[in-house]
C-alpha cells in the first residue's frame, strides 16, 4: 500500500513528499484538521474495487470535448450528492478509499487467478474497471489532488517528467519480408523472399514500411521503438528470419538512427521464459550490441500475451527495464486506470516487483479491426483519446504495427499519420519508450529529505539518485523557486512571489 501511496501523490507531482503528508483515516473528516498537510480518506479496508469506489471516480460528466475539461472536478465528483473530494484547512478529504483504488489497479490484483482468454490473456470481461476502461481514472484523480493542493495552499513544488505531456510510439515488427496479409506464411514469405532476392528486386513490403514509418518519425524530430521478435529458425509462430541480412541490416539500421530496439517476445515465452533470454541476445546481436542483462531496455509479448506477475518477473529475470505488453486488443483503454508508466507491483505481498509498466492506450488494430470502427470513428476516438491525456499531463503510448501497412493511404497508414498530426497539434513531448520509462523511474526515485519554513519562504532538501536534468520541478501558483544541485542533492528554496 505504501507504494500505491507514493503512485498516488506521483499523479499530482507530490511523490517525492509521500513522508511529509499525513494519512488520516478515520469514520469521518476530521473536524479539527492539523497545521500541516494530509489527506483524509476513510478507514475501511477495502479488498477489492467496489461499486462505490468506482462510482466515486471524478469523471461521472461528458467526454471532455477539445481541450476544455468538464469544469472544476472537484465539485463535479459526487457521490448521493456529497461532493468526493473537499478541502479542509490543510486536509484534504477524500470520500472514498483512494490509496487502495490505486493500490488495485497498479498491483493488477484483480488478475491474478483470473479467467485467460484462449491465448491465456486475461479476460476484458473480466475487470471491474470496464465501465471506465475507457477513462485514465488515475489520472483524473491526479488532476484533482492537484487541484485541491492548491486550494489547501500547500507550499510543495511539483515534480514530473520534463514536458506537459508525453507521448511514446511503439511498433511491434510480427513481420518484415512478406505483406501483411499472409501472417502465417513464413515459409511462403521465405520462399518469396528468396525468389525476389534472386531476380534482384528492391526492399520488401515488410522492409519499406518500417522504413517509411521510421522515416516519418524523424522527419517530425521523433524517434520511436521497435520490438522485433527473436525466435530463432525453425521455432512456431516465427514471423521472418531474425539471422536474415536483410533483417539485421534493418534492424541495424533503425538503431543508426536513434530509434529504440526493444524485443518483442515470441508466444511461447509467456509459459517458457526459458526462451527469453535467448530472445534477447539474438535481437541484440542484430542490433549490434553484446548480448546480455540491460542490453535491450524493453519488451512487449506477442500477442499480448501477459499474465501478472509472472510475465513481469520474467522479463524482470531476463533484465528488462520496463514491459510494455499492459493493454487489451479489443478494446481501447487504460488497463490499469492510467496512462502513465508506473513501478510494477506484486499483488500478493505489495512489494515492488523492479520493472516499470508502461501500458499502451491505444493501438491500430484495435480500432480497426477487432472493434472494426470506421475511419472517422478511428480518428475521433484517437483525437478523444490524445485531448484526454494531454490536458490530464498524462503519456499516451501508441501501438502501431508496421506490417500492416501495405501501401500508402492504407487505413493503417491513414490513422498513422494522423496520429502524429494530433501529436504535433496538442504539443506532445514524444519519447522512446526507453526514455519514458527511465524518466519515470528518475521522477520516482527523488526524494524530499527536508522541508523547513524559515522568515516567510520555504528551503526544501531532495535526494535525487539521477539528478533532476530531465526533470520539471515546479513551483506552485504565488510561489518562485530556486535549485541548486549538490552532487545527488537538490537544494530549493522557495518565496513568495513578490515578497
Ligand atoms: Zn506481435
Known amino acids: 500500500m505504501a507504494r500505491a501511496w507514493r503512485a498516488m ?67 463535479e465528483a459526487t457521490h448521493a450528492g456529497r461532493p468526493i473530494a473537499t478541502v479542509h484547512g490543510r486536509t484534504i478529504c477524500i470520500d472514498a478509499d483512494l490509496p487502495a483504488f490505486f493500490d488495485a489497479c497498479l498491483s493488477r490484483r484483480e488478475e491474478v487467478g483470473a479467467d ?30 492537484r487541484v485541491a493542493v492548491e486550494r489547501a495552499g500547500w507550499a510543495f513544488p511539483s515534480i514530473a517528467v520534463a514536458g506537459n505531456w508525453h507521448a511514446t510510439l ?66 512456431a509462430n516465427r514471423g521472418y528470419e531474425v539471422s536474415d541480412e536483410r533483417t539485421s541490416a534493418a534492424i541495424r539500421r533503425l538503431d543508426e538512427q536513434g530509434h529504440e530496439i526493444g524485443l518483442h517476445a515470441s508466444y511461447d515465452a509467456m509459459t517458457d521464459p526459458g526462451l527469453l533470454e535467448g530472445e534477447r541476445d539474438r535481437i541484440a546481436t542484430l542490433a549490434g550490441r553484446t548480448p546480455g542483462d540491460g ?7 506477442h500477442y499480448l500475451r501477459y499474465e501478472h506477475p509472472t510475465t513481469a518477473i520474467s522479463h524482470r529475470d531476463a533484465g528488462f527495464v520496463y514491459d510494455a505488453s499492459l493493454g487489451y486488443t479489443a478494446a481501447t483503454g487504460y488497463r490499469a486506470g ?9 499483488p500478493r505481498d505489495g512489494t515492488a516487483i523492479g520493472i516499470t509498466t508502461i ?12 472493434l472494426k470502427m470506421t475511419m472517422d470513428q478511428a480518428r475521433a476516438r484517437v483525437t ?85 536534468s530531465d526533470i520539471d520541478i515546479r513551483a506552485p501558483k504565488g510561489w518562485s523557486i530556486d535549485l541548486s544541485e549538490s552532487g545527488t542533492v537538490v537544494h530549493a528554496v522557495m518565496t513568495r512571489s513578490g515578497a
Open 295 to 301: 542490453s535491450l531496455a524493453g519488451v512487449r509479448a
Open 170 to 235: 511503439t511498433h511491434d515488427v510480427d513481420h518484415i519480408d512478406h505483406v501483411a496479409k499472409k501472417p502465417a506464411a513464413s515459409l511462403e514469405g521465405g520462399l518469396a523472399r528468396k525468389i525476389s532476392d534472386r531476380l534482384g528486386r528492391g526492399e520488401s513490403a515488410g522492409e519499406r514500411a518500417l522504413r517509411v514509418w521510421s522515416d516519418l518519425e524523424r522527419k517530425h524530430g521523433w524517434r520511436g521503438t521497435y520490438y522485433f521478435l527473436g525466435q530463432p529458425e525453425g521455432t
Open 384 to 468: 478523444e483519446q490524445l485531448e484526454e491525456i494531454c490536458a490530464l499531463g498524462g503519456a499516451a503510448s501508441l501501438l502501431f504495427h508496421p506490417c500492416r501497412l501495405t501501401t500508402d493511404g492504407d487505413p493503417y497508414d491513414h490513422l498513422f499519420r494522423f496520429c502524429l498530426d494530433e501529436l504535433r497539434r496538442l504539443g506532445a513531448t514524444v519519447l522512446t519508450a526507453e526514455q519514458l520509462a527511465a524518466r519515470h523511474r528518475q521522477v520516482a526515485s527523488i526524494v524530499a529529505t527536508r522541508v523547513h519554513a524559515v522568515d516567510g519562504r520555504l528551503e526544501l532538501d531532495f535526494d535525487a539518485p539521477d539528478g533532476i
Open 9 to 75: 501523490l506521483d499523479q499530482a507531482g507530490l511523490g517525492a513528499f509521500a513522508t511529509f503528508i499525513a494519512r488520516e483515516a478515520g469514520p469521518v473528516p476530521p473536524s479539527d484538521p492539523g497545521a500541516s498537510p494530509s489527506i483524509w480518506c476513510p478507514d475501511d479496508p477495502v479488498s477489492e474495487l467496489t461499486e462505490y469506489e468506482l462510482y466515486g471516480t471524478p469523471i461521472g460528466g461528458p467526454v471532455p470535448a477539445g481541450t476544455a475539461l468538464p469544469g472544476d472536478p472537484i465539485e
Open 116 to 145: 485467460l482468454d484462449k491465448h491465456g490473456r486475461f479476460d476484458l470481461n473480466a475487470t471491474r474497471l470496464r465501465a471506465w476502461l475507457e477513462r485514465p481514472v488515475l489520472d483524473w484523480w491526479g488532476r484533482v489532488l
Open 338 to 346: 492510467t496512462s502513465r508508466p508506473f513501478d510494477a507491483i506484486d
Open 359 to 370: 501500458p499502451f492506450a491505444m493501438m491500430d488494430c484495435s480500432y480497426l479491426s477487432a
